[in-house]
């Protein structure tokens, strides 16, 4: 019979996933909220602090183009929508 690792041995740290200044904190409550489509995880601690992650789901057209298919090459004649992020309008 041979002896497997389990993942968590065999994972490293991710040093860029590492809450600094949370080790060796002592957990009171670990909760959740829902509020105006926000979901809230609320980790508190004994020292009177507290973790909070705020999560959302968004949806986001990147582009919307009005293009020529029938040559095949698929022309772009005119962008409806762009992306704000992309810098572009």
Do not use: P
Not at 26 to 41: K, N, P, S, T, Y
Not at 66 to 74: R, S
């Amino acid at each position: 019979m041979t002896k497997r690792k389990s993942a968590a041995s065999t994972t490293k740290l991710d040093l860029a996933r590492v809450y600094r200044g949370l080790r060796g904190k002592i957990i009171e409550q670990v909760d959740h909220a829902f509020e105006e489509g926000v979901l809230f995880l609320q980790v508190r601690f004994a020292d009177k602090t507290e973790l909070c992650w705020q999560i959302t789901t968004r949806m986001i057209i990147e582009k919307a183009s009005l293009a020529e298919w029938k040559t095949g090459d698929f022309k772009q004649l005119r962008v409806f929508v762009r992306n704000e992020r992309d810098g572009s309008s």
